[in-house]
């Protein structure tokens, strides 16, 4: 049996409706996604499992190593925009933004030759009656996007 496996790359407070939309306060947080990667990335080894680790572009500066670390483990590394913004907020020129401020804290950890394939929105968000983000996927290189979640719940997707 083939599965797929993936991880939304964020530290706690990337995601959390309380201090998502503060990224003023993120310096304040105590970071724990050391401890936590480490923890996970132990479990995959051990059972010999790779993954796709969709990383936070805020992630990827401030944890170099840590990227480079789930690398080397022979993970794919895919983008999961950089400060985990609402895609469906954003104009095509944040967007843009977010994807090429991602894939450059990306590129400074991993090297510029690093071939990155795919895309995770943050909250599952982007707009499904509107062709402009996969648009702009297609122009910066990305092969696939994996941000469709059919339901409608309290933050992610949308109804089919």
């Not at 309380?18 to 310096?27: F, I, K, N, V």
């Not at 985990?84 to 907020?89: A, C, D, G, M, T």
């Not at 990306?106 to 929105?121: E, K, S, V, W, Y």
């Not at 707009?127 to 992610?156: H, K, V």
Request: proline share 5%; with cysteine; hydrophobic share 40%.
């Amino acid at each position: 049996m083939l599965n797929a496996l993936t991880v939304d790359f964020e530290d706690w407070y990337h995601g959390l409706t309380s201090t998502a939309l503060r990224p003023e306060c993120w310096p304040k947080m105590e970071s724990r996604i050391d401890i936590a990667s480490s923890n996970l990335l132990k479990l995959l080894r051990q059972f010999d499992v790779r993954a796709t680790f969709f990383v936070l572009g805020v992630v990827a500066e401030e944890h170099p190593d840590l990227i480079r670390t789930i690398y080397s483990d022979g993970h794919e590394i895919g983008v999961h925009g950089y400060s985990h913004r609402f895609v469906r907020q954003l104009t095509p020129a944040q967007f843009r933004e977010e994807l090429d401020r991602t894939l450059q804290a990306l590129r400074r950890a991993l090297g510029t030759q690093i071939d990155i394939a795919g895309h995770r929105a943050p909250y599952f968000s982007m707009p499904a009656s509107e062709d402009w983000p996969y648009q702009t996927l297609a122009e910066a290189g990305f092969r696939y996007d994996s941000s469709i979640f059919p339901i409608r719940g309290l933050l992610y997707g949308e109804a089919a």
